[in-house]
């Protein structure tokens, strides 16, 4: 019957009952489909509506082991073969990309004209544009370039009954009608499949450096009013991440609490910046750093730190990664929590968050039995300072056991409502978000 | 005289007596906005003074299916505060404090009536500052600021007012109130995306969570005169091409000039001149330096007249002060004028700054130009006299050329004034039936009877459109 009606919608050399025929992420479909246009995706859709059939949107899958307890859905729509930049305007710092664009490729394009999309999301060269968006991801350079919804000003989307509807436009700054973009920035693929997304650019900065300061003593105070010093001086850092004494030790040999510090900018201001920041590091601290390529390196490292659905399969399963969303300040003691609360569930914990934007990150290792109670604790502790923590990463029968999302957001009855608005069949990714939207 | 409306006596009861106007003379303030082409008193205006009591009204007129229209200062363009047949005004001025500032987090709490230089005003000791800057900041409000995502001269560099707020506190059409945000990325749809720029038909909001953001260290500014639009145009790309992204990009023309030099703040531009650029670039001082440097050299490239740093502080004030009174300085040249809002590509500013001397030369009506150049924001003051018959109507019917001409470009019809009753039918200009229709069903989520600012922002819907939404499921 779903064979039926999707060899109707598009050409049968692109569609195929699943290679396998289970995924231990789940996220999976019965048949895979690669669509190489907009079109295509429109009548993948338009198919699936009038038949009750259930779509998940697929680009990269490195989040794929991210929300959701389907094993599988009808159709896996694997958007890998919709890629390229549709319109490029280096005058305008705009972009116009196919949804299924990896990171990398994007980054290569741009900096031919020396610009760049200002995101640095995990996994780069896999991860693609539309998943990127669709999961809301970001990385530590939040702190001074914002996050998706600070550089996408519109999408072209097809709908889950396959009408293609444009959202914002190709100008840098927009307000007519609704900024309906943001609907699905984040919206993990429940309200449709973007097709194309356009992008405000940034030049790429002249000079780039990282310094890691690494406190040995685990001074919190210290650390802390350090912190403080630098939010409240006119430095400009694109990063103040704070790295788990384990991810310190995997990135760097080296142990205890470190902050990375990214600085972004001309040669003079970068080597100015350099020069405040080590004269007012606390007593005590080690200060390494890097420049350039080399900077660029060790970041690039670190975004291959966290367990994605293109991990190896064995950690894919033992593994997880939680994000926790909270005030900026309150990131120092959560990352701690994280780090101590791992000691005493016997897993091995590797944390960072960005002091001054409120997002951190934990990659837990170990028996998967202990997750649910460690991420109880974890949640709890972001929970009572006002925040959330969510499960970015697990495998499906990890995710089958604890609640991935937490408990519904204020205003749920009006996402129920935009849910039902957009996808009143449930055809895109049935019950991946939070609240079993 | 006629009997007191019931309604007036009921929402007296909520608010007290002195918080709800409802005779003809205290009503014609709120005719209209900062739009004052169309003008219709509302039923009453209530003033809340806390979020419960705008959560009761609202209430209130809910059960009674009265629509009504939530409003700051009034100082809109675009006509989203007026009437237009039986609303009740909820004004948002008594509920004006600033609840909260943390300097640790970066953030402060205001409700809706805080005026929006205030807040920089009153966090500017600590060195730190609201980025959004409208040139109404001295009298708007951020609860009007989020209803239109207001923008201002350096969003080029910082962002609308969307990318500063983190939370808010909201009555919905049916008077609950919710909480969303407030820590980023909170689970969930982006209802706070949504509702900034929303013009009020969403919901109400009652508190704020905004962004703070600290001084940059160093600041300076250049001031360019051009001989031609063009050659001031291709700068405003070159600069942006050279790797720079200033705090602020802005230009005027002749008579925007003519306009300013006439108003209450001349700078003393020299006569003749074609074009203006207003440049300003912030950030660590050890790097402007190298900044503007690149900047004069590019001018230089593009025939500049004369490029000049600003010696001094006071020095930058005057020219920022000569360039954020434009609108109203354009009083000093012509009875009345309008102001449009187009967005494009700047990379197509000569040939759409062309089309608009075409429209103007064609209208017989005087359009000077002063806009965001850096974001291609162009804001056509289009200059008539409404004391000649027909001639109102004759500058509207321009605006809405210049539009088409921003949208023929791959632009947008608005940047930052939002689309209000002035711009309603030009949304087809830029959405198709569907895409319109698809943002209506997104309303009706909200605002299902439609009693929340009703008739704004959407254009009749078109046979199309009231087809493609009835599969009966969507509502």
């Known amino acids: ?437 | 005289m006629a009997a007191i409306d019931p309604l007036v006596r009921e929402l007296s009861q909520i608010v007290g007596p002195d918080a709800v106007l409802y005779r003809r003379e205290d009503l014609i303030a709120y005719e209209c906005d900062g739009y004052t082409v169309r003008k219709q008193p509302p039923r009453a205006v209530v003033f809340p003074s806390c979020t419960a009591e705008v959560s009761a009204v609202v209430k209130h007129l809910h059960e009674r299916h009265i629509p009504f229209i939530p409003r700051g200062a009034g100082t809109g363009l675009s006509g989203g505060a007026i009437p237009l047949g039986g609303e009740v005004i909820i004004s948002l001025v008594r509920m004006k404090r600033l609840l909260h500032v943390d300097y640790e987090n970066r953030l402060a709490v205001v409700e809706p009536g805080f005026v929006n230089l205030k807040l920089t005003n009153a966090v500017a000791a600590k060195g730190y500052y609201y980025a959004p800057d409208p040139s109404s900041q001295y009298a708007c409000t951020i609860g009007g600021n989020v209803a239109e995502n207001a923008g201002g001269a350096h969003c080029l560099k910082y962002g609308v007012t969307t990318n500063h707020v983190l939370g808010l506190e909201v009555v919905l059409a049916d008077g609950e109130i919710v909480e969303i945000g407030g820590v980023p990325d909170t689970p969930g749809y982006d209802l706070l995306g949504l509702l900034t720029g929303s013009e009020g038909t969403l919901g109400i909001v009652t508190k704020i969570t905004v962004r703070i953001l600290k001084n940059p260290e160093g600041k300076k500014t250049v001031l360019a005169y051009f001989d031609s639009v063009e050659e001031a145009s291709r700068a405003v790309s070159d600069i942006v091409a050279a790797g720079i992204v200033p705090a602020a990009l802005e230009m005027m023309d002749k008579t925007a000039i003519e306009g300013v030099e006439a108003g209450n703040y001349p700078v003393g531009h020299p006569k003749g001149l074609e074009a203006l650029l207003l440049i300003e670039v912030d950030g660590i001082s050890a790097g402007i330096d190298d900044q503007i440097a690149r900047i004069v050299e590019v001018c230089q490239n593009r025939n500049v007249s004369e490029v000049k740093v600003a010696a001094s502080e006071e020095e930058r004030a005057r020219w920022w002060a000569n360039r954020k009174t434009a609108f109203p300085a354009m009083g000093a040249i012509s009875p009345d004028y309008l102001v449009q809002d187009g967005v494009i590509p700047r990379s197509r500013l000569p040939e759409v700054l062309e089309k608009i001397s075409r429209i103007s030369a064609r209208s017989g009506l005087r359009i000077a130009n002063v806009f965001h150049a850096g974001d291609g924001n162009l804001h056509p003051l289009i200059l008539f006299d409404a004391r000649i018959p027909g001639e109102t109507e004759r500058a509207v019917q321009v605006g809405s050329e210049v539009l088409k001409a921003c949208a023929d470009a791959g632009g947008s019809i608005t940047g930052e004034h939002g689309v209000g009753i002035e711009k309603k039918e030009e949304m087809r200009y830029i959405f198709t039936d569907e895409e319109i229709a698809a943002q209506i069903g997104i309303r009706d989520v909200f605002n299902p009877q439609n009693l929340l600012n009703p008739d704004k922002l959407f254009p009749k819907p078109g046979r199309c459109a009231e087809m493609r939404t009835a599969p009966g499921e969507a509502r």
């Open chain 1, 1 to 437: 019957m779903a064979a039926m009606a999707i060899t109707k919608a598009i050409t049968v050399g692109k569609i195929r009952p699943a290679a396998e025929p289970l995924h231990v992420l789940g996220n999976h479909g019965a048949y895979e489909v690669f669509p190489e246009t907009e079109e295509e995706i429109a009548a993948v859709l338009q198919a699936a509506h009038a038949h009750s059939l259930s779509v998940i949107p697929m680009g990269g899958g490195t989040k794929r082991g991210w929300g959701g307890t389907l094993e599988k859905a009808d159709i896996l729509l694997c958007l890998s073969s919709c890629r390229g930049i549709v319109e490029y305007s280096p005058g305008d710092m705009t972009v116009t990309v196919k949804a299924g664009t990896t990171i990398r490729e994007i980054a290569e394009q741009l900096a031919v004209h020396g610009q760049m999309l200002p995101l640095d999301p995990f996994w780069p060269d896999a991860a693609t544009i539309g998943g990127v968006v669709a999961a809301n991801d970001s990385g530590p350079k939040r702190l001074r370039y914002g996050s998706a919804r600070d550089h996408v000003i519109g999408l072209r989307v097809v709908y889950p009954d396959g009408r293609v509807i444009r959202t914002g436009g190709k100008v840098v700054k927009n307000v007519a009608g609704y900024d309906m973009s943001k609907l699905f920035i984040g919206s993990m693929g429940t309200l449709g499949v973007m097709s194309e997304i356009t992008l405000k650019l940034r030049p790429v900065p002249p000079c780039q450096s990282l310094l890691l300061l690494a406190f040995p003593n685990a001074d919190f105070p210290a650390i802390r009013s350090f912190v403080l010093a630098v939010l409240d001086s006119t430095m400009e850092p694109v990063s103040l991440e704070l790295l788990s004494p384990a991810l310190h030790q995997a990135m760097n040999g080296r142990d205890g609490y470190a902050l990375a510090i990214a600085l972004e900018d001309g040669e003079k201001a970068v080597r100015y910046q350099e020069e405040w920041l080590i004269a007012h590091a606390p007593p005590g601290t080690e200060i390494r750093s890097w420049r350039q390529e080399e900077a660029a390196h060790w970041w690039s490292r670190f975004y291959r730190m966290f367990p994605s659905g293109v991990s190896p399969a064995d950690r894919q399963a033992a593994e997880m990664a939680l994000k926790i969303g909270s005030r900026n300040l309150d990131v120092l003691e959560l990352v701690k929590t994280c780090h101590d609360l791992g000691e005493r569930h016997g897993l091995a914990v590797e944390g960072h968050g960005g002091l001054g934007h409120g997002i951190s990150r934990v990659y837990v290792k170990g028996d998967p039995a202990r997750f649910a109670a460690y991420l109880q604790e974890v949640r709890t502790a972001a929970e009572e300072r006002g925040g959330y923590a969510v499960v970015q990463h697990a495998s499906l029968a990890v995710r089958r056991q604890l609640d991935v999302w937490g408990r519904p957001p204020a205003g749920f009855s009006l996402m129920q409502g935009v849910k039902r608005a957009i996808d009143p069949r449930q055809v895109c990714s049935p019950n991946r978000f939070v609240g079993g939207i």
